[in-house]
């Protein structure tokens, strides 16, 4: 088993819409959690970090649920620009990606 | 911010060439380095960790006498693809740690690996 699984997508969305991702992880013990935001062939980029009270960044909210071991990404109000591929990291001594989920924004 | 800075971005070489990849903390010490390696369409895979001073510590699978990696810096972390074959070809990435806790990540830009 995978030590982080995400659906690949990819998810195809008008502009302005809600979109959500999940990402499961295997090990209990997990210490930090993180979304990047990979563009491609480009390094991925720090999204934001996930905290189980949950925390929001502008139009992006992310949720962690340690009892079911996922966590999500909320996007609102999406933009052409949100259009990228979106990887959940998981922090335990050493950092495990997901394969990352493709989101397309279309006009 | 902290900056990683990564040299070649790009690189095509024959097969059996060997290919060094630098990867430099502008702003920063990295006493440790993180090498990836991705396939299209797969996650990171994390190939080895370098730390700065001693020996690099590879993970499961990954050959140590073809992906030498050396650290000889506080800021300055390389790895070397020796003798490179087609199935080398890929995207490698560096990334180091931050702040004590290493708990967030700088990434270099990535360099794109090509051998014919």
């Known amino acids: 088993r995978k030590e982080v699984e995400q659906d690949p997508g990819p998810f195809n969305v008008p502009e302005g819409a809600t979109v959500a991702f999940n990402c499961t992880y295997s090990n209990s013990a997990s210490q930090s959690f993180f979304w990047y935001r990979q563009d491609c062939r480009k390094e991925p980029k720090l999204l934001m970090s996930v905290y189980s009270s949950g925390n929001e960044d502008g139009r992006f909210t992310a949720q962690l649920n340690r009892a079911s071991q996922y966590i999500s990404l909320l996007i609102r109000d999406s933009k052409l620009s949100d259009s990228a591929t979106y990887l959940c990291?998981?922090?335990?001594?050493?950092?495990?990606f997901g394969s990352g989920t493709k989101l397309n924004v279309k006009p | 911010g902290a900056v990683v800075s990564q040299h070649p971005s790009w690189v095509i070489c024959k097969s059996g060439t060997s290919v060094k990849i630098e990867c430099r903390s502008l702003?920063?010490?990295?006493?440790?380095m993180f090498w990836y390696r991705q396939f299209p369409k797969q996650s990171l895979m994390l190939m080895a960790t370098s730390n700065e001073g001693s020996k690099a510590t590879y993970e499961q699978g990954v050959e140590k006498d073809k992906f030498l990696i050396n650290h000889a810096s506080l800021t300055l972390s390389t790895l070397t693809v020796t003798s490179a074959h087609p199935e080398d070809s890929s995207f490698y990435i560096c990334?180091?740690?931050?702040?004590?806790?290493?708990?967030?990540?700088?990434f270099g830009s990535g360099t794109q690996l090509s051998v014919l």
């Open positions: 702003d920063f010490q990295a006493t440790t």
């Open positions: 990334s180091a740690p931050v702040d004590a806790y290493i708990a967030k990540l700088f």
């Open positions: 990291v998981v922090f335990l001594n050493k950092f495990y």
